[in-house]
């Protein structure tokens, strides 16, 4: 079979692990050829590409970013986009494409799927936040950056009895704050799905001044929301899925801390550090699992599904599935974050 590939949305490490392996079973098994499209949708739509082979594919599983670079392009937003991507994939002879994505690319490929076009995704999210899969790629790098960043903030602070907050990635659902937050030894961790109670969490930084530990580390996602205020936008801008541009609630949360506690306080908004460098060890192994299973996926002809980790296994489900809704953090999680917290 002649395969495409593209990948789509933020970047995220582990997708070169996945090219790397959908091509090399793809050749080594299967005997298929394969492109590339360049900037995710946008490639596809300016038919712009590059072949993919076992030689320029060689050892990518190890590197962080995607080799085919990305781009939030929506087709569905695009006037005759559907039937431009008919006429590029019929030109370029594809017969299948293999789309790498968080949700709002796989929303694409769904639509794609149900307009007859051979598409199938694997899922993609450094906010492991997609519905029907247990892990995605990318997430645990992430937490590990962040981790590493929360560890080293607790001498700073201690140091100038300062409470500083630190902000992560983590729109919709609060895994990365959760677990960065819980493993970095955060005093307080916040997360989009449970309301800010800004008397509680300042409750909880007295609690380490009345005892001893002069200094207090705050982890909060970005998607959370201040109490009068929702979500902090870090600028006017929409993407071309409506997603607005996320950023600043670390700053507003410490100018309310600072207010109502006299701590002084400081703010880190790790950003897009978390999205870059080499992928875990972990991520390297999931991502390249991942294509594994894709390619298999093709050759079985499951059009409009998407690769999944359930339990211990790879397995697919249906795209629709996997974009109704975000998996989010439930009680469970929150048992282990307020379990703990100083008691106040
Ligand atoms: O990929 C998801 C994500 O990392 C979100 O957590 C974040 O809000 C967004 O991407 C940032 O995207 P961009 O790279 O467009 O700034």
Redesign the pocket.
């Known amino acids: 079979m002649r395969i495409a590939l593209l990948t789509g949305?933020?970047?995220?490490p582990g997708l070169n692990a996945v090219i790397y392996a959908v091509v090399k079973k793809g050749i080594n098994f299967y005997g298929d050829e394969f492109i590339g499209f360049l900037n995710g949708w946008r490639g596809v739509l300016d038919n712009y590409y590059m072949p993919l082979t076992l030689e320029n594919t060689d050892g990518i599983q190890l590197k962080g970013g995607t080799i085919l670079h990305s781009s939030?392009t929506n087709v569905k937003k695009i006037p005759g986009g559907l039937e431009k991507v008919q006429e590029v994939l019929k030109e370029d002879k594809i017969d299948a494409l293999i789309v790498l994505g968080?949700d709002d690319t796989q929303s694409v490929t769904l639509y794609l799927a149900e307009h007859g076009i051979n598409a199938i995704g694997v899922p993609k999210?450094?906010?492991n936040d997609i519905n029907g899969t247990d892990a995605t790629f990318g997430y645990d790098t992430a937490v590990s950056i962040a981790t590493e960043a929360v560890d080293r903030l607790h001498t700073t602070a201690d140091s100038h009895n300062r409470v500083i907050v630190v902000e992560v990635?983590?729109?919709d659902a609060g895994w990365i704050a959760y677990a960065a937050g819980v493993a970095g030894g955060a005093h307080v961790t916040l997360v989009p799905e449970q309301p800010i109670d800004i008397d509680h969490v300042c409750a909880l930084l007295k609690y380490n001044y009345d005892h001893g530990k002069h200094y207090g580390i705050v982890v909060v996602a970005?998607?959370c929301e201040l109490p009068e205020v929702g979500q902090v936008l870090g600028s006017g801008q929409v993407?071309s899925f409506g997603?607005a541009?996320?950023s600043g609630i670390g700053d507003a949360l410490a100018d309310l801390i600072e207010k109502k506690t006299g701590f002084e306080t400081r703010t880190v908004n790790l950003g897009?550090t978390?999205?870059g460098g080499v992928p875990t060890a972990y991520d390297r192994l999931l991502g390249q699992r991942y294509g594994l299973h894709a390619i298999d996926m093709v050759h079985q002809r499951k059009w409009g599904r998407i690769a999944v980790l359930h339990g211990t296994d790879i397995t697919d489900i249906p795209i629709k599935e996997a974009i109704a809704s975000n998996r989010r953090l439930d009680q469970r999680f929150f048992d282990v974050i307020s379990g703990l917290e100083a008691k106040v």
Do not use: F, V, Y
């Open positions: 949305g933020g970047d995220c939030r968080g999210t450094i906010d990635m983590g729109r970005e998607g993407d997603h541009r996320l897009h978390q999205r």
